[in-house]
């Protein structure tokens, strides 16, 4: 019941807001839980996952709702960032684990000369400020995964600050226009992972893997400048997109190498902003989105019948789709940051501060990193725009789909056909099929070479529309055959033979004559029939624009 997304300028900070009528009067959020509210907590989650906001009532109150995230990327990387450890996934456990790593007494940090890099460079693509001088952390907390009883991290002053996202979401009833939107980023911070938990319900115990334990992140906290699930995931997708392009990240979700924490709360405008919960280790976009949305609709229903919303950590139950609680946060956790004793401030130069002499080897060069960026998604999407004069929500396309973008940069490489053309048959045809079989782009059994081959014919209107569609059905089969080869055994290629088509032609409006009287009177049907009767005769091998063109010229 969500109503148009607005966004609100108010004194000091700017709030992304998400408009939703509500029907009951709205009771201030008390900081601490009540019996009821707990007693509502303990329903089924089942239950929960159906509890939606009441149908608005007129001059119903409406509702804001607030989200941040906090992006972890894993940062593409040989070894991790403090030891010399490889990293590797889905390694047998426990066996990418060095003595640091273990946290055995006397091992010290060395940091990762890569890491560091990677951190300059997405601050860099993201528009930060990146700091010439950052400080390493120890944040302390005691999870069996964490062997050292603290996580180094750069909370005080990190390497990058003050960024911005700027990403696109459709708009409109058809959902057929684009909108540029911005995000701002707080900062950009190196820190370790932790090890991995795995619980073993059947024997009632926990082991612990410490392969991913001191593997390098990248983690980006963004401000809560997004108002629903789609805006995020959409963010997220243009950040994931950043990251391969850069190669700091694979950015592989289903490989946990991007990780995602959703802040929400609501609010009423005008009034301070709601109790906020935190849903935890988002893994899909898909879920992420979700997530969100459920959360938003589960506060303004739990406010609206009277309750209250906790300051709490919750999960995503993908398959109930609903957030069901985890812990508690209400007592503050006293994470004890300290600085880091066993790392010095980590320097950064640029070109002007360069020490006299340095080798290049023992500094890092802010400007020479800034010199090697690569094309990031929103200058290829300005770039496909302008070269091909496609759609913008067509470039988003592109890129969003991986390696749709490949794909069609080779088909046009290898077909005479308009770029136009290309796009609609890379988008429409080839991406719905791809979707329907629930096939990657890389397993598409047409290869970009077959489908040029077929454009060409239609370009060369060696056959028809109609035809074509018939080869790409063939081809898509994967019979290794060609699209000429396919025309040839079917017979499918275009009359040539405008004497013999003009016959046809005259043969059927004499066979029609009452349908050849409408036609003559202006009826589009009329001639619509004539030239499907034409067809038909020829076995759908006269293109539809020729027979229209030769029926006027004998009607007139």
Not at 13 to 40: E, F, I, Q, T, Y
Not at 140 to 145: I, L, Q, V
Not at 395 to 421: C, D, H, I, W, Y
Request: with cysteine.
């Amino acid at each position: 019941m969500a109503a148009p997304i607005l966004r609100w300028v108010g004194p000091g900070k700017r709030w992304a807001l998400a408009w939703v009528d509500s029907s009951s009067s709205h009771r201030r959020v008390s900081p601490n839980g009540s019996a009821s509210h707990r007693m509502r907590e303990q329903r089924s989650v089942a239950q929960q996952s159906l509890h939606t906001a009441p149908k608005p009532r007129k001059g119903g109150h409406k509702w804001a709702a607030v989200v941040g995230l906090e992006v972890h990327a894993q940062i593409s990387s040989n070894s991790k960032l403090f030891s010399g450890s490889q990293v590797s996934f889905a390694a047998p456990p426990n066996s990418l684990v060095s003595f640091f790593d273990a946290s055995l007494p006397g091992t010290l940090p060395v940091l990762n000369r890569r890491c560091v890099e990677a951190a300059v460079m997405t601050g860099l693509a993201l528009n930060c400020h990146i700091n010439k001088k950052s400080l390493f952390d120890r944040k302390h907390y005691f999870y069996a995964d964490l062997p050292a009883g603290y996580q180094i991290t750069q909370q005080r002053l990190p390497i990058a600050v003050r960024g911005s996202l700027t990403y696109g979401v459709f708009v409109g009833n058809k959902r057929s226009h684009m909108a540029t939107k911005t995000v701002r980023i707080k900062q950009i911070q190196l820190e370790q992972d932790s090890g991995k938990s795995l619980h073993d319900d059947l024997r009632s115990q926990t082991l612990i893997d410490l392969n991913r334990a001191g593997v390098g992140l990248l983690e980006m906290v963004l401000e809560p400048d997004l108002s629903c699930g789609e805006e995020a995931a959409t963010v997220v997708r243009e950040l994931q997109l950043i990251l391969q392009a850069l190669g700091t990240s694979k950015a592989n979700m289903a490989e946990g190498q991007l990780r995602v924490d959703a802040n929400i709360s609501v609010h009423q405008p005008g009034e301070p902003l709601g109790i906020r919960t935190e849903v935890k280790n988002l893994n899909s976009i898909r879920f992420l989105a979700r997530a969100i949305d459920h959360e938003i609709q589960r506060q303004i229903s739990e406010l609206e019948s009277g309750g209250v919303i906790l300051n709490e950590t919750r999960s995503f139950d993908h398959r109930l789709g609903c957030t069901v609680p985890m812990r508690d946060k209400e007592g503050k956790q006293d994470y004890r940051f300290m600085p880091e004793p066993n790392l010095p401030p980590l320097v950064l130069y640029d070109t002007a501060s360069l020490p006299v002499g340095v080798e290049p080897q023992q500094v890092i060069n802010i400007d020479q990193i800034r010199d090697t960026l690569p094309e990031l998604p929103r200058v290829t999407r300005e770039r496909l725009v302008r070269e091909y004069g496609m759609l913008p929500e067509h470039s988003f396309t592109l890129l969003n789909e991986v390696g749709l973008l490949q794909f069609f940069q080779s088909v046009m490489k290898e077909t005479r056909a308009e770029p136009k053309k290309v796009t609609s048959w890379v988008l429409n045809v080839l991406l719905g099929y791809l979707k329907q079989h629930n096939l990657a782009v890389n397993e598409s059994p047409i290869t970009p070479s077959a489908l040029a081959g077929l454009l060409d014919l239609l370009d060369s209107k060696a056959i028809s529309s109609s035809a074509a569609k018939e080869v790409f059905e063939e081809l898509w089969k994967g019979k290794a055959k060609t699209a000429a080869q396919i025309v040839s055994e079917k017979q499918l290629e275009l009359m040539q033979d405008q004497e013999a088509l003009e016959q046809l032609c005259q043969a059927t409006m004499e066979g029609h004559p009452q349908v050849v009287t409408d036609m003559k009177t202006g009826n589009p049907k009329a001639i619509n029939k004539l030239i499907g009767l034409v067809r038909k005769a020829t076995l759908n091998r006269a293109d539809p624009a020729v027979i229209k063109n030769i029926l006027e010229r004998l009607s007139a």
